[in-house]
């Protein structure tokens, strides 16, 4: 389809990057099941390697399923372009190595996924990056952090486990006043509810594996650039603003343009580390996404009720959900995500650990399982699971207390879901 900025978010999700297959009409995006494709002439090829030429050379660097994907997850987002990739831990590596060299740090929220806690506190060490973590709700405490070494800021839009809302446009001007891109990991927000890039995020990563895919079947992640951000404005970023000596001194900036990102992820990120979006992963992603803005509705639609009858249950000590008019961050779900405060939250039960687990056995709806973002509801008891290694001081700080449990609310009927839920707290007690 044409460039179409007049068209609305629900004719997009199933639109963009898409158009029928030029060699049969197929009116879905096929799966191109290949890893390479026939250069016209050796001409031809010579320019594909150059960068003269846009065009597919091997599934590693490009793929035609895999692009449509990334077009669509880059209009979405309002971005320029693009990277789709094996997961969303691979985005996140995707997004920090064109900026990142060894000695340099990204300053980051403390409200964070787990795993991306474990990857920017131990792995990243490994390429001699390290992260500075702060709490970003002390605006002045993020600022004292950046130093002549920092190369990116990064947070959630809405974090994992308790459902918190980062104020993205007062941590953007930070981030620009220092001269330093902001990431946004938009996974539990989804275009739908949040566009960082519109509040000043430079760069959008994502788990396609959770919303954006929706049915639980295929990892996956993407990293989208708004193409707004001035690489050649410092000496920060080499990368992207000096010669590339493995394409003969080519400048992405200089070259690409809005587009330097999105070039340099897939020629260089892509081929020299591999982590590849599969076509088939895509085909079920793009399926996903075209409903995409009918799932997130009803998701916030029976998070929001459940949510605010839990509250009130016999059973619950606390609700930590942000679309609650008793929630500290109820103001900012209007400003950053006007379409609601998402689907996860967590749940202080007043059974205290052996409640939970109780709890958690007992339900018959939610499935107990590490995973979010599914159409299906989801719990997990952090305590005894991901964040078993961890003191009880440590679980606390991390949104995961012995008596917490996080739920990921799906689509099914809401009256099944209170049923369930009822059953299993009158369980918990
Ligand atoms: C799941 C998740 C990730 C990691 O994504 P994978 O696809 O599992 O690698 C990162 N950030 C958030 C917010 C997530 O929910």
Not at 36 to 59: K, P, T
Request: charge should be negative.
């Amino acid at each position: 389809m044409t460039d179409g900025p007049t068209y609305g978010f629900d004719t997009l999700q199933i639109h963009a990057g898409s158009r029928p297959d030029p060699a049969t009409g197929a009116r879905q995006t096929p799966i191109y099941q290949t890893t390479a494709y026939v250069f016209r002439d050796a001409e031809h090829a010579a320019a594909l390697f150059n960068l003269q030429e846009v065009g597919y050379i091997y599934s590693r660097l490009t793929n035609p399923t895999v692009a449509v994907l990334q077009e669509r997850i880059a209009t979405l987002e309002g971005g320029a372009g693009a990277v789709c990739c094996s997961s969303g831990h691979a985005a996140q590596i995707m997004a920090l190595f064109p900026l990142m060299t060894p000695g340099k740090n990204v300053v980051v929220s403390t409200r964070l996924y787990g795993g991306t806690i474990t990857q920017f506190s131990q792995t990243i060490k490994r390429f001699g990056w390290s992260a500075t973590f702060v709490d970003f709700d002390d605006l002045d405490a993020v600022k004292a952090a950046i130093d002549d070494d920092t190369r990116a800021v990064f947070c959630e839009s809405i974090a994992n486990p308790g459902g918190y809302i980062t104020d993205l446009k007062a941590i953007a001007k930070i981030a620009d006043k220092a001269g330093l891109p902001l990431i946004v990991d938009n996974t539990g927000a989804t275009p739908y509810l949040c566009r960082p890039i519109e509040h000043g995020a430079t760069l959008v990563v994502h788990s396609t594996t959770k919303y954006l895919t929706g049915t639980g079947t295929v990892t996956g992640g993407c990293v989208v650039d708004s193409g707004t951000f001035d690489w050649s404005a410092s000496d920060k970023f080499p990368s992207l603003s000096a010669p590339e000596p493995a394409y003969h001194g080519l400048k992405f900036h200089e070259t690409f343009g809005p587009l330097a990102f999105t070039f340099h992820g897939i020629a260089v990120g892509l081929r020299d580390l591999g982590m590849t979006m599969n076509p088939q992963g895509a085909h079920y992603t793009l399926i996903g996404m075209e409903t995409l803005s009918l799932r997130m509705e009803r998701h916030v639609q029976n998070a929001t009720e459940l949510a605010e009858w839990l509250e009130k249950h016999p059973a619950v000590e606390a609700v930590t959900y942000a679309g609650l008019k008793s929630s500290p961050y109820f103001k900012r779900v209007k400003s950053i995500c006007p379409r609601g405060a998402g689907a996860l939250f967590t749940v202080a039960l007043k059974g205290g650990y052996d409640g939970c687990i109780k709890f958690v056995n007992a339900l018959e709806i939610f499935s107990h399982v590490a995973n979010l973002g599914d159409a299906r509801s989801l719990v997990i008891h952090s305590a005894s699971t991901t964040h078993r290694q961890l003191t009880p001081e440590q679980q606390t700080a991390a949104g995961a207390a012995p008596n917490v449990v996080r739920l990921s609310i799906g689509i099914e009927d809401v009256e099944d879901l209170k049923t369930d839920l009822d059953r299993a707290l009158a369980a918990s007690m």
